[in-house]
């Protein structure tokens, strides 16, 4: 069963033109993600197998953690000979939660070899301090250390990256200051980009909606007086205070709100914005426009709209661009964000010229109500859940890149 799934991973990559939706597993699991590369699943689960005790197992089934080991291994294997872009979610994956990056940490030799293997590396985070290095370079000073200290070249320090806000702020090591230097982002974003991005009209309404969704939730909820909300130029938090933390379903609730609410709302403005085009345009706007708003925000807006767009708003619904979202649990808080991750890496593609089967993320939410999910779509991934997990996985990637013949060996990118 195990090699007909691989061959079914196989399948989706190479053989169906481009439609992994046509292939049997997709049919039998339609919410699986895009397979970038084939993966060795056999091998990886004898591997597992030994560590896990699996197949020896008589009155405890393979588990999800089980599975989840499986396809680390597997993607790790397959990944390493090609890999070129290693991107890491912050909190939780390479340190504790609202914690900096500390130097004793295991992960700064174990990241700082990446580089000198010549493999772009980025920290792609939901924390935005618009345009301030200095606030990144708090959070991850041990990292900051290692790569000043552990002798790399120019080149290869300047291979690392931050993009903060999910995909707003974009800073790279400069090896002259051994600091991080701000990108503008006219310098990098493209096009599809810069318009929703310097949409400073609709991204405030946009905030303004999910805030009071976000007050109207939690009154719901009777947790008003245990929350505090906060604004920031790009994004709105609800953060627990005393001593009671919220529950992990209680900010569940708060993010899947806020998803449904702003899927909801974009779509009112857009059937607003449709109505006012040409009879002859309107079919055609219907069906572009809602794969745009599809692909764009955080989830599928539904057909029940349940938001009123107000009368006042009618003139600026004739120029109405889709805003991509992210609304998540962060464990201990939830956040609106505006943009989201699968931008912030293909904007690093980009940037680095790598394509999806030369990428790995590496994060920790991966369920509907994270802010990780949506890298599924343009990279290869691994799902850890602290980070001992995240050294444990960058150890099995090195022994994979020495096996390849890669380590020490400089490239061209």
Not at 39 to 53: C, E, G, M, Q
Not at 194 to 207: A, D, F, K, N, V
Not at 308 to 330: K, S, T, Y
Request: hydrophobic content about 35%.
């Amino acid at each position: 069963m195990i090699l007909s799934v691989q061959l079914e991973c196989s399948l989706i990559t190479n053989n169906l033109g481009g439609l992994p939706e046509l292939s049997r597993l997709s049919q039998l699991v339609p919410t699986v993600g895009m397979f970038f590369t084939p993966l060795p699943l056999r091998d990886s689960f004898l591997i597992i197998n030994k560590t896990r005790s699996i197949a020896g197992r008589r009155n405890v089934p393979p588990s999800f953690n089980d599975i989840r080991h499986l396809l680390n291994l597997s993607q790790v294997t397959a990944i390493a000979p090609t890999l070129n872009l290693i991107t890491f979610d912050g909190d939780m994956t390479l340190y504790a939660d609202g914690a900096d990056f500390s130097r004793d940490s295991e992960l700064v030799e174990l990241i700082v070899r990446l580089l000198r293997n010549d493999i772009n590396v980025a920290i792609v985070t939901a924390a935005g301090y618009p345009r301030d290095p200095t606030r990144y370079e708090q959070r991850l000073t041990g990292l900051l250390d290692g790569i000043r200290e552990l002798n790399l070249t120019p080149l290869q320090k300047s291979r690392f990256f931050v993009l903060g806000g999910e995909c707003n702020y974009l800073f790279r090591y400069d090896p002259e200051t051994d600091h991080l230097k701000y990108i503008p982002e006219a310098e990098y974003q493209p096009d599809d980009v810069r318009r929703w991005s310097t949409s400073g009209t609709e991204i405030s309404r946009m905030l303004d909606a999910g805030e009071a969704c976000a007050e109207q939730s939690c009154e719901e909820m009777g947790i008003k007086d245990r929350v505090k909300i906060i604004r920031k130029e790009r994004a709105v938090g609800i953060i627990g205070q005393g001593d009671k933390p919220l529950s992990r379903e209680q900010l569940d609730e708060i993010a899947l709100a806020i998803q449904r609410r702003l899927n909801n709302y974009q779509h009112a403005r857009r059937e607003r914005w449709i109505r006012r085009q040409p009879a002859t345009l309107q079919r055609r706007l219907s069906r572009d426009h809602f794969q745009a708003l599809r692909h764009s925000s955080h989830g599928i807006g539904g057909a029940d709209v349940d938001v009123a767009v107000d009368d006042e708003e009618g003139d600026d619904a004739a120029d109405f661009i889709p805003i991509p979202f992210c609304a998540f649990n962060g464990g201990s808080d939830v956040w609106l964000d505006i943009g989201n991750k699968l931008i912030g890496v293909k904007i690093l593609q980009d940037v680095v010229k790598v394509k999806g089967d030369q990428t790995l993320h590496v994060g920790d939410q991966f369920l509907s109500t994270g802010n990780d999910i949506l890298t599924r779509s343009c990279a290869t991934t691994v799902w850890i859940t602290s980070p001992s997990e995240t050294a444990e996985v960058l150890q099995q990637l090195h022994d994979e890149i020495d096996k390849a013949g890669r380590a020490g060996k400089r490239t061209k990118t």
